[in-house]
């Protein structure tokens, strides 16, 4: 087998997860595409699961032509029954599932106070219950096999609350919990259970982001990483069985040592906020761009700082009620 344009050439025959069956949901775009490829690249045969028919397609025949092993199953992991579907077909497919790696997953950027529940709703259905049914319907597989592995991609904003993810946050922080009782269920009966947590990924979901948030579109290009390294990380998780793998590496332990410092770290998070959004300004519009981001939020820490002006009628019925009591 010659060498190809993705890399999938002779080393797919004696690479790691040689015949190993692997399925990815949110296989289609991003950190799923990407995981797919790598695990191709590494021999194992790929189940590619997410709603987009002709981009899973495609990927699944850039890997077969290469030489590697594909199948593209179009599901939305929002419908249990869409996904018991296929994964049924999967294993029929491949007789097995070694691995599942959980990547679909939506943001909508919003403040929490302004934030629409819907939206809320529509990011936990597939981020938190879509993961929850690809678990359900592997599970009993990975059971009776003896063995599997199953990552699951939350996020460093499944740590940390950071603004304007509140909702986003959310649901991770809610799949990181979900994660961490699975593994203990799943202690002791062959089945590996992982978290990986990365930060700011150059993807189509924070492109996307970037253009329908105000807030974020100054956050600057130079803060996402690499998609490879998300890559990387899956495949180690899978291969050594890691509890949890950040990207960057260490990054969840900075924030378990920030948390003993609630305060503080909310005001250096607010303060370092700040910052991104003068330097995302910066690199778009030049200093004149800058110095106007400056000045609005210089003006919003001197309100901060000013005792809030009590309206007299306000004040007076505050004085009325504290009598009463
Ligand atoms: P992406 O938008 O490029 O890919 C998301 C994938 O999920 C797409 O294939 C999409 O089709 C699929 N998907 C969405 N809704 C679906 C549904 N209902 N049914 C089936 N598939 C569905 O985004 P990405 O950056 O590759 O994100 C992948 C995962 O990584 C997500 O869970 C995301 O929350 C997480 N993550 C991303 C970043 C980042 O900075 N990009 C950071 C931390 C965590």
Redesign the pocket.
């Known amino acids: 087998m010659a060498q190809s344009s993705n890399g999938l050439n002779e080393q797919g025959a004696r690479g790691y997860f040689r015949d190993k069956a692997v399925l990815i949901?949110?296989?289609?775009?991003?950190?799923?595409?990407?995981v797919a490829l790598g695990f191709a690249r590494q021999g194992a045969r790929v189940a590619l699961?997410?709603?987009?028919k002709d981009?899973?397609e495609d990927l699944a025949s850039r890997i077969n032509l290469a030489g590697g092993r594909a199948v593209a199953v179009?599901?939305?992991?929002?419908?249990r029954a869409?996904l018991d579907s296929a994964v049924e077909l999967i294993s029929r497919t491949f007789n097995r599932i070694d691995i599942l790696v959980?990547?679909?997953?939506?943001?909508i950027p919003s403040e929490v106070e302004k934030m629409n529940p819907a939206d809320l709703e529509k990011m936990m259905?597939?981020?938190l219950y879509?993961?929850l049914h690809a678990i359900q319907a592997v599970v009993p597989i990975m059971r009776r096999q003896g063995s599997g592995n199953i990552v699951n991609?939350?996020?460093?904003?499944?740590r940390r609350g950071m603004s304007p993810l509140g909702g986003?946050c959310a649901?991770?922080f809610a799949?990181v919990g979900l994660t961490e009782a699975l593994r203990m269920e799943l202690f002791n009966t062959g089945i590996r259970v992982s978290l990986?947590?990365?930060?700011?990924?150059?993807?189509?979901?924070?492109t996307?982001?970037k253009l329908s948030s105000e807030e974020l579109s100054s956050l600057p290009n130079f803060f996402?990483?690499p998609?490879r390294w998300?890559t990387w990380a899956v495949l180690a998780a899978a291969t050594f069985g890691l509890a949890e793998v950040d990207?960057p590496p260490g990054a969840a332990v900075a924030e378990k040592v920030a948390a003993l410092f609630p305060g503080m770290t909310d005001a250096a998070l607010a303060v370092g906020s700040s910052l991104m959004k003068v330097a995302g300004r910066f690199i778009s519009q030049g200093p004149g761009g800058a110095a106007e981001e400056i000045q609005s939020e210089v003006k919003k820490v001197q309100s901060a700082r000013e005792p809030r002006k009590v309206a007299p009628e306000e004040a007076h019925k505050a004085h009325e009620h504290k009598s009463a009591i």
């Open positions: 949901t949110g296989a289609s775009s991003g950190i799923g595409e990407d699961v997410a709603r987009r981009k899973l179009s599901c939305d992991v929002t419908k869409d959980n990547s679909a997953g939506i943001l259905n597939v981020n879509g993961a991609i939350a996020s460093l904003a499944g986003y649901t991770k799949m990986v947590m990365p930060g700011v990924i150059d993807t189509p979901m924070t996307d982001a996402k990483l998609v998300v990207v």
